[in-house]
């Protein structure tokens, strides 16, 4: 993990500089100081990621990964796990929720393949980065191997580093990967040390007695599997899914390169907490975007320490609640740049 | 008031008939059903509004009215009065916090001089419609005459008829008054009927002295003009605003011709309150937008059964937040318009 170390050795804290040139910004503008709330927190914050006293978001990405899970065969889904691959096809020709909510935000979606079941055609907005064919089912073995969690971290990481070269001022991580709440849930528990049955939610939309199946599955997984939170990589391997992986890397790729990295839902915020888990320095360059239905959500941003921007009762995925945030985050990083001052317009002070 | 009668006639329900076909569309998009949670209800929402199975809101407009009050001779206010006419300015040539929230969304700014102090300049963004230079001191005398409490709810509705001339599919409401929080809280607590001490707030941002001083001006206000419950005109005759009768007229103006019609802060959603208390059909065509800081607004929204979209602890006013939930009343209808249901897409269900 050389090229690991590498990287986590990049990620430095926000810079105090610029947050507070931004902040000195905001007391000059054209409003009551504070008035505008959390935007201004979210600019100020920027301001240290991106080391610039006025950043502006214009070139925005959405990074969904994809990959199938062995667990899937327990039946945990509402879902078939072909849908997998048909979502990633629904992905590349417009038609999902995240694709009109990237069109809506003005940002480019890229789909990684990290590890669908089935091979997928070649398309220009696809990239193929397959670790295997699905993971294998954790109630029977450790999900991936040790090399393949390293390399599912890597991943994420070149995919940030890729997207950097066509410019990128800012990121959102989603995902698609039928029974990867399931894997989500096991990597929770793990990290929070909450158990099971408290942060198991429902999912694409399960019963009450398929829920119940649902936790004795990741019950059964974890007292087999015996994930070490004290080894995130090892949690990873016993109980993650490729696309988790491939999140928890681009994080921390992100904040090695100081672009801020706004989060989605259950399974996105799984893989932030794994960043976290492996390069607590991530931390700050993270955005939390909305608060999910999905049970267990919040327990896991109260580990990070994390607020969400908004509650809409999303319980998507696919990046959706963090493509919303994008808007919101573009917002605020425009009030601080584009707002004249009050010398400039003219307007009386207190 | 034959007019105004004449305009509140049209005033209708929602269409049931739309409301069904969108939610029926919904339920075939691709995506769990309910995922897209609050999202998915405002698209119902708008459909029956505008009496479209898939509505589009390309057409945005920020209706901003400007107006003095006779009160701020009272020493309400943290800024001087003069900072009406300032800001009327600052929006005017894109300085404002609402001006850079308008670009971002895509909103076309028009600001109304309902009666502000001093004499403006021409500008082609501003439209004329002065009904008097300030109210006049609510201690000392009803804030205006009867007739331009109606002129100002007529201007509301006639302003709404104009923005509909150049296209016309969502409206959002924001206002700019030195001392107006001070009027609308006058207002909240006459058809609320909660004391103004408990709803009274810090508006651009009083000392706890200058608060204290607030709150018994307001209370000499209510107790001297006695306003009645009953006759919600009366109370904006006695207590009101020009802006805040703009707005509640374009609340009614907006439902009567079927425009969805997005409510900001607290003066805003005073507005709006008054157009419930005059005309209570108005209310399904409201969309809350968000949870002001400023005390006495959930008092407001709770009593229209509203809830807001998000919570960003902003108090500034114009519209700021009005027009940041346009941007995700669009997204809502371009999710139900855009996406492909699972039988196009050819995505295995349940």
Chains 1, 2 share one sequence.
Do not use: W
């Not at 975007?289 to 009762?313: I, K, N, Q, W, Y």
């Amino acid at each position: 993990m050389n090229e690991l170390s590498r990287i986590m050795e990049k990620v430095e804290p926000l810079s105090g500089d610029f947050m507070e040139q931004a902040a000195e910004r905001q007391k000059h503008l054209t409003k009551p100081a504070g008035s505008l709330g959390i935007l201004e927190d979210l600019s100020v914050k920027i301001a240290g990621i991106t080391r610039s006293s006025r950043p502006r978001m214009d070139k925005k990405a959405v990074c969904i990964f994809a990959a199938d899970h062995g667990v899937a065969d327990e039946g945990v889904s509402a879902y078939p796990r072909e849908v997998t691959a048909q979502m990633v096809h629904n992905f590349l020709e417009g038609g999902a929720a995240i694709s009109v909510l990237a069109r809506h935000a003005g940002a480019r979606v890229v789909v990684i393949d990290a590890g669908v079941a089935s091979k997928l055609d070649p398309h220009p907005g696809l990239a193929n980065r397959k670790i295997g064919f699905g993971t294998r089912n954790m109630i029977r073995e450790d999900a991936m191997t040790r090399a393949q969690a390293e390399e599912s971290l890597l991943l994420g990481i070149s995919v940030v580093e890729e997207e950097l070269s066509h410019g990128l001022d800012i990121v959102a991580l989603g995902e698609m990967g039928i029974a990867n709440t399931a894997s989500a849930t096991a990597i929770a528990s793990a990290i929070t040390g909450i158990e099971a049955n408290r942060i198991t939610g429902r999912g694409t939309g399960i019963d009450d007695a398929r829920l119940a199946h649902k936790i004795d599955i990741i019950d059964r997984a974890l007292s087999l599997r015996k994930p070490d939170k004290s080894d995130p990589i090892g949690i990873l391997q016993k109980v993650g899914g490729f696309e988790i992986g491939g999140i928890a890397g681009a994080v921390i790729g992100a904040a090695a390169r100081r672009v801020p990295v706004v989060i989605d839902g259950f399974i996105s915020t799984a893989g932030a907490l794994l960043a976290y888990a492996i390069c607590p320095g991530v931390l700050p360059y993270v955005i939390a975007s909305h608060a999910s239905v999905e049970t267990g959500h919040s327990a896991m941003l109260s580990c990070m320490g994390l607020s969400p921007l908004f509650d809409f009762r999303m319980r998507l995925g696919e990046g959706t609640g963090a493509c919303l945030a994008i808007g919101i985050v573009e917002a605020a990083c425009r009030l601080l740049d584009e707002m004249a001052t009050f010398g400039e317009a003219g307007v009386s002070e207190k």
